[in-house]
Every structure is written in structure tokens, then in C-alpha cells.
């Protein structure tokens, strides 16, 4: 991402063919999530955060002359890469103006080399967090509203400091993902003092996780640290844990943190604690009424990050005059940052105003969006700990 040059990206672009009109009468969104798979129980608010947003703007009426903004939906069953990318060459072929995803860091990683960047078309993440998403060769193309987990991996290290841990037992789930942030977090954690007894792979989708448990157990720790995912591995991992009474109290950073994973586990997870990317402030506060209002819980996990993904390609197609995103691709920064008026959820039809009058935005949205180093979040993060069998906020870092 660092490695990009505007003009290298802009003939890349062009040289792809021409996708929508500037003034179309619909603008597309391909919405790339794992609808199925290891983290599905967070994708669907993901997928209505976002969809909110393009209701909100179709509904104004404002973005290009009055065009529709329409979702359209595909599934990247997480940690399947060639169902990634065949997905997403189906999103382009259907003519998207823009591609909201994917989810997960592999999926993401595969279909910004293998479909976005050949195809000149802009992609931002929701909630693809892997720091090796931070150097890739992507033209210039990707950005993400969710801060990378080489922060997270700071954020957890404090938090397991402030809390009294002096060692852990880690484990992640074998991808680049869990690598990403499972090294992060033992880098972080070493930094300030703390012994990590073992650092371990898991795969998902077993249905015996004891021999992982066995050697985490032997090494010994104050808490076990999950870098996995609430719907597959880390969920089994936990169970096993407990059933052994190797562990009574996990840390659960950005994968681990949905309503899904006390549901399933019991009370035998109250006191276990983590971190999310999210922020306090009038944006969520806007949002959450906003997410409840419409049926869905704007407190899910990366949903906020979702409508802001959402949002940043409409207000760069403003921008722009242009939903082309050889035209666009250049505002998103614009947009997302200081200086200009700031911008909150259900201010969209405000912003496409000043943007159709030449005016500056500084788009704050439901994250507190802030894009840095062309095209990586800033970032802030949720303090969750499980109480009484829910998520709860309990600060912000």
C-alpha cells in the first residue's frame, strides 16, 4: 500500500475499461463477506450496516443527480480464497461500482492480487485487519476503516498489563490473519514486560481440540489468548479448556468478540475480556439508534466500520462526478479526513450537499474514521469483558 503512485494507479485504471457512466441511474456495491464460515454470525449486521448507508443516500436522492445505490451480495466463506475471488469476478462482471470487503484478511488479501488490482476496481474493508495488508501491492486500490492489528496487538498487551497478567499461554487460528495478530500480540506483551509461556496454531473446523489444549495447559499461563474465530476454532479451543479445567479466563481479541460466543459457551466465560476496533462518541452514539431503528444491533462487531465503508465510496463518487473508480479512487482520503465539516451517520444527504458545491467534508461516521498512510485506519478500540453472558463495554483505548 505504501508502494503506490497516483498516476501508475490512474493508467492502471483507465487501462481496464470503462465501468459506469459518471452520472449513472445506479450506482452498485458488492458487499464480499463470510456469510458462511467461521465468522458468519457477525457478517449479517456488517452486511445491514452497509446496506443502511446506501438507503440513506438513495433515499436523499443527491448522489449524482439522483442515483440509486444498490447492494449486491456475495459470500467468501471467510477462509476460502478461490470461492473469494471467484465471487468477486462475479460482482465486477455484474457491473459493481465499488467492492465493500472481504471480511476476512486471506479472502481480502487474495481478491485484491487476483481480481481487484487486475480489474482496476477499489475495495475497503471493513474489518480485514492483518498488518500484511498494510504493504501489499495494491495500486493504490484498497483501504480499510478497521486499524490494523500490529495496534491491536499494543491494545491487548496494555490491557492484559493493566489487569494484573504476567504470563500467557497463546494460541491462533492457522491463517494469515491469526499469524498476523498472534504475533503482534506476543511481540507487544514481551515489550512490556510479560512472559509468553507458548505461542500455538489451531485449525478450525475440528471437533477435538484436547491435544491443543494438552500442550497450551503444560505451558501454563495466567489467561489463555485466542487469536481465532467466535464461530469455529476459537469457540472449540475455549470449550475444550474448559472442559479440562486447563483455563477459567481468555482474552479475546478482534476475531473472538461477537454476542455469538457467550451464547454458546455459558457462564463459564463471565470475566473473560478483549478488544474491538470501535469508538465512543455523537457517531456511534448516531449509529446505534440508526442499526436499531432499522432492525439490526449497531454494537455487532464491525458493523459502525461497515456503514463507514459504505459511505466513503458515495461521498468519493460525489467527490469525484463520477462513480468510474479511476475517477473516484482519489477522493477517498479527501473525504474521510480533516479539514472540512465533519460528518456523522445520517448526515449523508448534508455531505453529498456540500460536496456538489465544492465544499470540504471531514467524515466521521460511526468509527471516528481517520485514514492514514495512504489508506489505513487510524483506529481506536472498544474494551469489552463478558458479563453476566454479554458483550459489555467497559472503556476505550
Not at 471467510?78 to 455484474?94: F, Q
Not at 486447563?246 to 478482534?254: E, R, V
Not at 462518541?281 to 449509529?287: A, D, N, S
Not at 465533519?342 to 448534508?350: F, Q, S, V
Amino acid at each position: 500500500m505504501k508502494k503506490m503512485l497516483m498516476a501508475t494507479t490512474a493508467a492502471a485504471l483507465v487501462a481496464t475499461g470503462a465501468f459506469a457512466e459518471s452520472h449513472a441511474n445506479e450506482v452498485k456495491l458488492g458487499i464480499l463477506f463470510g456469510f458462511t464460515g467461521p465468522i458468519e454470525s457477525l457478517t449479517g449486521p456488517m452486511a445491514q450496516g452497509a446496506e443502511l448507508a446506501m438507503s440513506e443516500v438513495t433515499d436523499s436522492g443527491k448522489l449524482l443527480d439522483g442515483a440509486k445505490v444498490s447492494p449486491m451480495r456475495a459470500d467468501t466463506g471467510c477462509i476460502d480464497s478461490g470461492l473469494a475471488a471467484s465471487n468477486a469476478e462475479r460482482l465486477i462482471a455484474d457491473g459493481i461500482n465499488g467492492l465493500i470487503g472481504a471480511a476476512c484478511s486471506g479472502a481480502t488479501g487474495a481478491v485484491l492480487q487476483n481480481v481487484a488490482v487486475p480489474n482496476g476496481m477499489v475495495m475497503i474493508s471493513p474489518s480485514s485487519t492483518s498488518p500484511g495488508l498494510t504493504t501489499v501491492e495494491d495500486n493504490g486500490l484498497f483501504f480499510r476503516t478497521a486499524p490494523s492489528d500490529a495496534r491491536e496487538g499494543q491494545v491487548m498487551a496494555e490491557l492484559l498489563i493493566e489487569r494484573g497478567v504476567k504470563s500467557i499461554a497463546l494460541t491462533y487460528t492457522n491463517n494469515d490473519f491469526g499469524k498476523g495478530l498472534s504475533d503482534a500480540i506476543e511481540t507487544s506483551f514481551k515489550e512490556l514486560g510479560g512472559e509468553v509461556t507458548i505461542v500455538a496454531a489451531h485449525e478450525d473446523g475440528k471437533a477435538d481440540y484436547s491435544a491443543e489444549v494438552g500442550a497450551l495447559a503444560s505451558a501454563g499461563g495466567d489467561i489463555l489468548v485466542v487469536a481465532g474465530y467466535l464461530d469455529q476454532g476459537g469457540a472449540g479451543i475455549i470449550n475444550a479448556a474448559l472442559d479440562a479445567g486447563a483455563f477459567d479466563t481468555f482474552g479475546l481479541p478482534n476475531g473472538m468478540v461477537g454476542d455469538a460466543l457467550p451464547e454458546a459457551i455459558g457462564p463459564d466465560l463471565n470475566g473473560s475480556y478483549g478488544q474491538i476496533p470501535g469508538a465512543e462518541g455523537k457517531g456511534i452514539e448516531v449509529f446505534s439508534k440508526m442499526a436499531e431503528d432499522a432492525g439490526f444491533p449497531g454494537s455487532s462487531s464491525y458493523a459502525p466500520e461497515s456503514y463507514d465503508a459504505a459511505a466513503l465510496f458515495m461521498l468519493a463518487m460525489q467527490a469525484a462526478g463520477s462513480s468510474d473508480p479511476a475517477d473516484y479512487v482519489s477522493k477517498i482520503i479527501d473525504v474521510a479526513n480533516a479539514p472540512g465539516e465533519k460528518i456523522y451517520p445520517g448526515e449523508l444527504g448534508k455531505a453529498l450537499d456540500l460536496l456538489k458545491d465544492g465544499q470540504d467534508i471531514d467524515y466521521v461516521g460511526g468509527s471516528a474514521v481517520e485514514l492514514i498512510g495512504p489508506g489505513e485506519s487510524a483506529g481506536s478500540y472498544r474494551i469489552i469483558e463478558i458479563i453476566d453472558g454479554k458483550v459489555e463495554t467497559v472503556g476505550f483505548k
